[in-house]
């Protein structure tokens, strides 16, 4: 498996990838990927341009680090096919198929990326995918989506599609998307994907942004696809454990496998009740904070 499949994936901030301007030097921000965008953001007679800025900032720009994700045109298209070889042969980490609906959707992409890695000499498997979900059908086959293909590291919900297929519209409030972000998320979790949430249009109101993002944070999400580099702080922050979290997340492994040897399996740790439930969980927080640069521990 890609080791990469795994990775802290917080933030994934969109850029046109038409404009250099943009494009030329994003990570200076941190972001933990980049979102390189050939499909709505690239008017349809700049398509080709668009795609011969994206494989020389792939081939020449040290993006230090940072993940390089393209989003293709959609495969009712004539333009996904070549998209897809561009991003490959110039080195790409990722594809993100838009507006997906079927597992035959990725299947498809799979095969494209298998024969670009192929004619370009890249090393098979090494192309990953994502699939973005923005229709009502996309969100019921999910769990389908998310099962078809082991490049597939996760999903995201795109919400001004979606909303305009549900016949509603985005009110800030999140009660249009919560039945596709709660179905999104047992879908990803159940094939052991990750899963993504939707952008915040609105760069005015910050206050209404932190609440969206603490809302998709006790959902579940891994991360929130961004627009502007002033969103990426509030993300981190809520997207990487605290200090005291870490501090009990030790305490509770360190116990659990301290008991598990002495066949005890339900004790206390600072007040509450713990048993084996809880390891997996502890563990993750301490993955995501070492991810995240924050860990101090010895674990």
Same mark, same amino acid.
């Given at each position: 498996?890609?080791?990469?499949?795994?990775?802290?994936?917080?933030?994934?901030?969109?850029?046109?990838?038409?404009?250099?301007?943009?494009?030329?030097?994003?990570?200076?921000?941190?972001?933990?990927?980049?979102?390189?965008?050939?499909?709505?953001?690239?008017? @349809?007679?700049?398509? =080709?341009?668009?795609?011969?800025?994206?494989?020389?900032?792939?081939? !020449?720009? &040290?993006?230090?680090?940072? *993940?390089?994700?393209?989003?293709?045109?959609?495969?009712?298209?004539?333009?996904?096919?070549?998209?897809?070889?561009?991003?490959?042969?110039?080195?790409?980490?990722?594809?993100?198929?838009?507006?997906? @609906?079927?597992?035959? =959707?990725?299947?498809?992409?799979?095969?494209?990326?298998?024969?670009? !890695?192929? &004619?370009?000499?890249?090393? *098979?498997?090494r192309t990953l995918i994502m699939a973005a979900i923005e229709s009502a059908r996309g969100v019921v086959k999910a769990l389908d989506v998310c099962e078809a293909s082991e490049r597939l590291f996760g999903i995201a919900l795109s919400g001004g599609d979606y909303t305009k297929d549900l016949q509603t519209y985005i009110t800030g409030t999140g009660i249009e998307l919560m039945g596709a972000r709660q179905n999104l998320i047992i879908a990803a979790r159940a094939a052991k994907i990750q899963c993504f949430d939707t952008v915040y249009t609105d760069l005015n109101d910050m206050e209404g942004f932190r609440r969206d993002v603490e809302t998709i944070h006790l959902m579940g999400f891994d991360g929130k696809s961004i627009i502007n580099p002033r969103q990426i702080p509030v993300v981190h922050e809520i997207f990487t454990p605290a200090q005291k979290n870490i501090i009990f997340a030790e305490k509770v492994v360190m116990e659990i496998e301290d008991k598990r040897e002495k066949g005890i399996g339900v004790f206390i740790v600072d007040g509450k009740m713990i048993d084996i439930a809880f390891y997996d969980g502890a563990k993750r927080t301490i993955e995501l904070a070492k991810a995240s640069g924050v860990y101090k521990g010895g674990l």
């Open positions: 498996m890609n080791p990469n499949k795994k990775r802290l994936r917080r933030t994934m901030m969109f850029l046109n990838a038409q404009k250099p301007g943009l494009i030329k030097d994003p990570h200076i921000y941190k972001p933990d990927s980049i979102m390189l965008d050939l499909e709505d953001a690239v008017a @349809e007679n700049q398509k =080709d341009a668009a795609r011969f800025s994206l494989y020389h900032a792939l081939q !020449e720009i &040290d993006y230090r680090g940072c *993940e390089r994700v393209v989003r293709i045109n959609g495969l009712d298209t004539p333009y996904w096919k070549e998209d897809i070889r561009c991003a490959v042969a110039g080195g790409c980490d990722a594809i993100r198929i838009p507006k997906t @609906e079927r597992p035959e =959707d990725v299947k498809a992409v799979e095969a494209e990326i298998r024969t670009a !890695e192929e &004619d370009f000499g890249i090393p *098979e498997g």
